[in-house]
């Protein structure tokens, strides 16, 4: 019913969208950046796909660039993709190059189509959670820069794709991408003994992924080290809990060969590689330097068409290890396992 909840898509859509509404029989990639789409009409629609900043912030002026470009371009409408990339859909294909350089000249480069680097994608961190133990788009800035030319180009064995969390919470999806980078606390929540009454204490121990949390006499909790996995969820139930975290014990792990779609070897969660990296802004180069490395090994290693995660299953983890240079531990892929049975499922939520 007009009126009442979102906007309705018809209203959202480009004409050339509309008349080949579910009428489309192939696509492919012209050049970087651009998809074509084929109809059975017989129509053909041209797609530009740009990256934006992280976390798609972008302010009202820029956004009413991007309109104009729409209206110049694409009959003044565009998307922005899972991955915060901005499309221009059927824009005709005599006027791509008018419009890459018009791109570019706004500062967003053309690119993450087919076998590239898809626009990195994170939570908002720093910016307003205050569970972060990074900030992961000041990360991805560094991460898009020094893959630059691997997201302009078709140059890569597959597709890739970066995301970045604040906190392992993994709002920013780190877990289902090729790479992900994901903030991690090592300090224990700190327990302001004076605020614990505001707090229903049941829910406050109830949240604890991991029973970590215990009643130790009457309005009183405690934390058992041995099993706090340092996530920020007690923090959210109850201010007594917070703020979580330091300068010294906060960073950034590094997990891959996670996936979301149902392709090739379908879809899977990203092991834990490197366990913690210092903060360091504003350029990470600890960071940025990890993920190079795991680019380098895949893209001299993998076989065309081989996404991160299918490349490390067919060599094996201890091979990936070999070929990154990367330290490899007993604690590192396999999500520990072994001490989750022990104690994963054994809060007072437990389900099987
Ligand atoms: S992943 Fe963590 S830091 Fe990022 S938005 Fe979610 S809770 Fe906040
Ligand atoms: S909720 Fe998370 S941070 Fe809090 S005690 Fe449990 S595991 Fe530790």
């Not at 019913?1 to 990639?29: D, F, Q």
């Not at 990256?51 to 009959?75: G, H, I, Q, Y």
């Not at 820069?145 to 064995?157: C, F, G, I, K, V």
Request: hydrophobic share 40%; net charge positive; aromatic share 6%.
């Amino acid at each position: 019913m007009p009126g009442i909840g979102i906007p309705t898509l018809e209203a959202s859509l480009p004409p050339i969208v509309k008349r080949n509404y579910g009428k489309w029989i192939s696509h492919e990639h012209p050049r970087p950046g651009v998809i074509k789409h084929d109809s059975e009409t017989g129509e053909a629609c041209y797609t530009v796909r740009a990256a934006m900043p992280p976390n798609a912030r972008v302010s009202t002026a820029t956004v009413r660039k991007l309109c104009a470009v729409a209206d110049e371009f694409a009959e003044g409408f565009f998307r922005i993709t899972q991955r915060n990339s901005i499309e221009y859909v059927g824009v005709p294909p005599g006027r791509i190059d008018e419009l890459i350089a018009r791109l570019a000249a706004l500062g967003l480069p053309v690119g993450g189509t087919n076998r590239s680097l898809h626009n990195t994608t994170c939570c908002t961190g720093y910016m307003h959670c205050h569970l972060a133990a990074t900030d992961p788009a000041a990360i991805m800035q560094n991460v898009s820069a020094m893959l630059l030319r691997e997201y302009q180009t078709d140059t890569l064995p597959a597709k890739l794709k970066i995301s970045g969390s604040g906190c392992i919470n993994n709002c920013g999806e780190g877990s289902c991408a090729d790479i992900g980078i994901v903030g991690v606390h090592r300090d224990l929540p700190p327990i302001h003994v004076e605020k614990l009454k505001g707090c229903e204490l049941p829910l406050v121990i109830s949240v604890c992924p991991v029973g970590a949390i215990r009643p130790k006499g009457p309005g009183m909790v405690e934390i058992d080290p041995k099993r706090c996995i340092h996530c920020p969820a007690c923090s959210v139930a109850c201010g007594a809990f917070a703020p979580i975290g330091s300068a010294d014990g906060d960073g950034v792990a590094i997990v891959v060969g996670g996936k979301s779609s149902n392709t090739g070897d379908g879809p899977a969660i990203a092991k834990l590689v490197i366990p913690y990296l210092p903060n360091n802004p504003p350029h990470w180069p600890e960071v940025t330097k990890a993920v190079k490395t795991i680019v380098d090994a895949w893209v001299a290693n993998a076989r065309l068409d081989e996404r991160l995660g299918e490349w490390i299953n067919r060599i094996g983890w201890e091979r990936f290890f070999q070929r990154t240079g990367l330290p490899m531990s007993l604690k590192l892929v396999d999500g520990y396992d072994a001490r989750a049975l022990e104690y994963a499922r054994s809060n007072v939520r437990f389900r099987w």
